[in-house]
């Protein structure tokens, strides 16, 4: 009777052993995601990056004095820009300030171009906010804007500010609006009349460039009226 046993649970370990051997383990492929590392990456890495649905960009009249400025940036080295330059024609460069350059943001414009937003020179100083497009194919900056600049000078004043909007498609647009003034009384006779002007712009980003698809003041003011209450 014990022999019958001891053969039973013999046979019975081998049934489950070759029933285990029948299980199949299914192992999940997991694809492998490639990250893009740019050849001018160090420069790339001095803009930190961000996301957003709507970002309203700014100039200062004062940078020392507004600690809470966001478009402050990190002060780049002429060495530190070359890489990027040597790609540009003599036009580009000329948009592309090298005396006084800030890196501030970066974000995907599409798949192909990387947003870079930079403090650059403007009129006086570096008060001019522009939003590079740098692609990622050419490796190089292939186009760019001014969102945002300040300025004024004997009676004349001039703010220029930006909202990017990206949709629900992850497609983005730029929408600039311009204020110039003029007081006139720190002129001497003849004195110009007293006037401001309010313009207003709607530019898409598509491929690599910035089309300006409106610019019907009246429209556009009602469109965005709450970004300008925002102000």
């Given at each position: 009777m014990k022999k019958l046993i001891a053969i039973f649970v013999v046979l019975s370990f081998i049934s489950?052993?070759?029933?285990?051997?029948?299980?199949?383990?299914?192992?999940?492929?997991v694809s492998e995601t490639k990250v893009w590392v740019s050849k001018n990456q160090f420069f790339l890495d001095k803009f930190k990056t961000i996301e957003f649905d709507t970002l309203q960009v700014y100039s200062t009249d004062d940078i020392n004095k507004n600690k809470n400025y966001k478009f402050k940036g990190d002060s780049l080295k002429e060495n530190e820009i070359k890489p990027v330059l040597f790609?540009?024609?003599h036009e580009e460069i000329?948009?592309?300030?090298?005396?006084?350059?800030?890196?501030?943001n970066k974000f995907d414009l599409e798949n192909s171009e990387l947003g870079l937003i930079a403090r650059t020179m403007?009129?006086?100083?570096?008060?001019?906010?522009?939003?590079?497009?740098?692609?990622k194919r050419k490796e190089k900056i292939v186009n760019?804007?001014?969102?945002?600049?300040?300025?004024?000078d004997a009676g004349d004043f001039f703010d220029k500010r930006s909202w990017?909007?990206?949709d629900k498609n992850?497609?983005?647009k730029i929408f600039i609006w311009t204020h110039f003034e003029h007081d006139n009384t720190v002129e001497e006779e003849p004195k110009t009349p007293n006037y401001k002007e309010d313009n207003y712009y709607l530019v898409r980003f598509n491929q690599g460039k910035f089309d300006t698809i409106s610019k019907n003041n009246k429209e556009l003011e009602k469109q965005f009226s709450n970004l300008l209450r925002k102000k």
């Open positions: 489950c052993k070759k029933e285990v051997s029948k299980i199949e383990i299914n192992k999940e492929k790609f540009l024609s000329e948009g592309f300030e090298k005396a006084d350059f800030h890196a501030v403007g009129e006086y100083w570096a008060s001019s906010i522009k939003l590079y497009s740098y692609n760019f804007i001014e969102l945002a600049e300040k300025s004024g990017i909007l990206k992850k497609n983005y």
